[in-house]
Nanobody, 123 residues
Framework: QVQLVESGGGLVQAGGSLRLSCVAS????????MGWFRQAPGKEREFVAA????????NYADSVKGRFTISRDNAKNMVYLQMNSLKPEDTAVYYC????????????????WGQGTQVTVSS
């Protein structure tokens, strides 16, 4: 069982940057693919980015491609989301989650959800 805790959210102006972190407990962290999702008020949870267990492959939603970067440090049980050129439409609660297999962008294939961290981008 993996437990996840996100941090790093906050209030930032449009065009600014934030770096989200997700720390995992559990000795099997390095065997899982990891993903970031977000959920804005009144909207469904949506895929943001994912990374293979080895870090060798990444996948992004079209809306964040070229602006966000997902990375991981298996030695530290950490996964990160570097967010640059933020837009007001990026405002949401951001969650990290695990997936046994890399490749899916569906939230139903991910588990061990953290509590989320709020990101607010002002115009």
């Amino acid at each position: 069982q993996v437990q996840l805790v996100e941090s790093g959210g906050g209030l930032v102006q449009a065009g600014g940057s934030l770096r989200l972190s997700c720390v995992a407990s559990g000795r099997t962290f390095s065997s899982y693919a990891m993903g970031w999702f977000r959920q804005a008020p009144g909207k469904e949870r949506e895929f943001v980015a994912a990374i293979r267990w080895s870090g060798s492959s990444t996948n992004y939603a079209d809306s964040v491609k070229g602006r966000f970067t997902i990375s991981r440090d298996n030695a530290k049980n950490m996964v990160y989301l570097q967010m640059n050129s933020l837009k007001p439409e990026d405002t949401a609660v951001y969650y990290c989650a695990v997936n046994r297999y890399y490749g899916s962008t569906s939230s139903t294939d991910f588990g061990s959800w953290g509590q989320g961290t709020q990101v607010t981008v002002s115009s």
